[in-house]
Structures are given as structure tokens and as C-alpha cells.
């Protein structure tokens, strides 16, 4: 019985962590999609403490301050809800 349920527990461990992966934007995806970029923000908004280190918020983010100010502003409402 242990020898089956060893891999079986490496198995849902390896899907787990596969799954808890998601795709990290580049700077210019985030600053291309206004969308995109504005559903990012919420994330990163809605869990500071665990993603706000993160590459996608930090890339969110880096894309905000390449952007000028007339568009910037309306998108950090637009995240923040507002």
C-alpha cells in the first residue's frame, strides 16, 4: 500500500502546483491592454500581502509609469473600483 500511495501523492502534489502557476505578463502586454492590465491590478490589489511582489503586479505596475498621466489615472480607478 505505501508503494501506490506514494506516487499517487506526488502525482496531486505536481498537478497542485501546476495549477496554482499563471501566466506572467511583459511590461508591454500589460501597457498594450487596458484591460488586461486594470484586471492585474485588482489581483494585486485583492491580495497585497501575497502578490504584491509578485512579476506580474511589479510589471503592472512598471507598465503604469511608462504610460503618461491621462491615461494612467482612469485605469487606477478603474482598479481600484472607483
Same mark, same amino acid.
Given at each position: #500500500? /505505501? #508503494?501506490?500511495?506514494?506516487?499517487?501523492?506526488? $502525482?496531486?502534489?505536481? $498537478?497542485?502546483?501546476?495549477?496554482?502557476?499563471?501566466?506572467?505578463?511583459?511590461?508591454?502586454?500589460?501597457?498594450?491592454?487596458?484591460?488586461?492590465?486594470?484586471?492585474?491590478? /485588482?489581483?494585486? !490589489?485583492? !491580495?497585497?500581502?501575497?502578490?504584491?511582489?509578485?512579476? !506580474?503586479?511589479?510589471? $503592472?505596475?512598471? $507598465?503604469? /509609469?511608462?504610460? !503618461?498621466?491621462?491615461?494612467?489615472?482612469?485605469?487606477?480607478?478603474?482598479?481600484?473600483?472607483?
Amino acid at each position: #500500500m /505505501r #508503494m501506490i500511495g506514494l506516487p499517487v501523492m506526488l $502525482a496531486i502534489g505536481f $498537478a497542485l502546483a501546476a495549477c496554482s502557476e499563471s501566466k506572467v505578463y511583459s511590461v508591454e502586454e500589460l501597457a498594450g491592454n487596458d484591460d488586461l492590465i486594470v484586471q492585474v491590478l /485588482r489581483e494585486c !490589489n485583492n !491580495n497585497p500581502g501575497e502578490l504584491e511582489k509578485g512579476p !506580474n503586479c511589479q510589471n $503592472a505596475r512598471a $507598465a503604469l /509609469r511608462t504610460m !503618461n498621466l491621462n491615461k494612467s489615472g482612469p485605469l487606477l480607478r478603474r482598479a481600484e473600483g472607483k
